[in-house]
């Protein structure tokens, strides 16, 4: 299990522990409408260890194909993106305009 920090800090966001098919946890986060989900781990793919490591938001579908990913700072920048859409169904929309933007970390 992981530092309770950070998974206080994702949860507001929808975001919960999970394990991943290796073993691992991840933080992952469920889109309500096709099934598609998005981990978020940190460089080596298991969930941080605190809010200032490296992060990588990947984003697969439904049935788990990798479809894109995106790293951040740290957790700090990424929610700074978020701004206030807290538990929000444009989660995904969000991270990825920033992605297509190229103007990432």
């Known amino acids: 299990?992981?530092?309770n920090a950070v998974l206080d800090?994702?949860?507001p966001f929808g975001f919960y522990e999970t394990e991943t098919e290796d073993g691992c946890t991840a933080l992952l986060y469920e889109t309500l409408n096709n099934g598609d989900y998005a981990l978020v781990t940190d460089?080596?793919?298991i969930i941080p260890e605190d809010l200032e490591q490296e992060i990588i938001f990947a984003y697969y579908t439904a049935?788990?194909?990798f479809s894109w990913s995106?790293?951040?700072e740290d957790s700090h920048h990424?929610?700074?993106l978020l701004?206030?859409?807290t538990e929000s169904n444009h989660l995904i929309d969000i991270v990825k305009q920033y992605r297509d933007s190229g103007d990432y970390y």
């Open 43 to 45: 460089g080596d793919g």
């Open 70 to 72: 995106v790293s951040f």
């Open 78 to 80: 990424f929610f700074e």
């Open 1 to 3: 299990m992981s530092d």
């Open 83 to 85: 701004g206030k859409h």
């Open 63 to 65: 049935d788990g194909a």
């Open 9 to 11: 800090f994702y949860e």
